[in-house]
């Protein structure tokens, strides 16, 4: 029997949904059933996890997709505090338990958390997600005519810099200390000069997360928000200041900048050519 047949049958479907959320790059993968579901090589932990109903109007694809799990679970504590610095993507699939030997899966829901709400006095976690065609649809900023590089630091496509050459990053360095935004690190001073990292971020190794470093003097680095927790060891990237000189003394990288050095500061139709 089909899943559609199993789907749409009053006594044959028994039905079970598989949760995989995927932060940075650590899956967690859970399923709504009462015990362990192996798919493949894969096994889906059993877990208090429900969801709305889903949305089926093709014109309505920016709707909130929600799933409820226990404030105490671990992918729930990603949002406890400090928001991961990575995308959190959630994929959701279903299947029949009498659909054998070989269960059909039908993919339900494909995309990003957007957002994290907690309720029931703070034991509940919402997790709101949208489709990948809804993040899709986002408008994207456009490239400024300026004088700053408008690439995104180490971005393949366009910066073209690259993060795994030793030249620009300090590999497995041991954190000393965290104390609120202040990061201090072992091994960067004096090796590097102060300065060298603002503007670049730091890699918590094992987390799954990063953070943008805002300055960097001797071990210290000053990040944009903390981790949610502190980290053993780090790769810590070398920043830019997206200006001529960094990228063509710093990284060696001119012929790729994205910005208009030359451009005028002076505007001649309101100050004249004097």
Request: aromatic share 12%.
């Amino acid at each position: 029997m089909t899943y559609l047949a199993k789907e749409v049958s009053v006594e044959a479907g028994q039905p079970v949904e598989l949760y995989e959320f995927t932060v940075g790059s650590t899956p967690y993968f859970y399923t709504s059933a009462e015990d362990a579901i192996t798919v493949g090589a894969q096994v889906y932990t059993p877990k208090p996890i429900r969801r709305d109903a889903l949305k089926e109007d093709p014109s309505n694809r920016d709707f909130d997709f929600k799933v409820y799990l226990p404030t105490t679970d671990p992918v729930s504590q990603h949002f406890l505090g400090v928001l991961p610095g990575v995308r959190v993507r959630l994929h959701v699939s279903r299947f029949h338990r009498t659909d054998t030997p070989t269960p059909e899966l039908r993919d339900i829901f494909d995309g990003f958390v957007n957002g994290v709400q907690f309720e029931n006095n703070g034991k509940q976690a919402v997790i709101v997600s949208r489709t990948m065609l809804a993040s899709n649809g986002r408008t994207i900023p456009r490239r400024t005519y300026q004088g700053k590089c408008n690439h995104v630091l180490y971005d393949p496509l366009t910066c073209k810099v690259d993060d795994t050459d030793a030249a620009f990053r300090a590999s497995t360095r041991t954190v000393v200390s965290q104390v609120g935004r202040l990061l201090t690190v072992s091994g960067i001073s004096p090796a590097y000069a102060d300065g060298w990292f603002t503007g670049g971020y730091v890699e918590a190794i094992g987390l799954s997360d990063f953070r943008l470093v805002l300055e960097h003097t001797g071990s210290l680095l000053t990040l944009l928000i903390p981790f949610s927790q502190q980290p053993t060891f780090v790769n810590v990237f070398a920043g830019c200041n997206h200006d001529p000189v960094d990228c063509s003394d710093k990284f060696d990288n001119f012929m790729h900048y994205g910005g208009f050095p030359f451009v005028p500061t002076k505007r001649i139709f309101e100050t004249g050519l004097l």
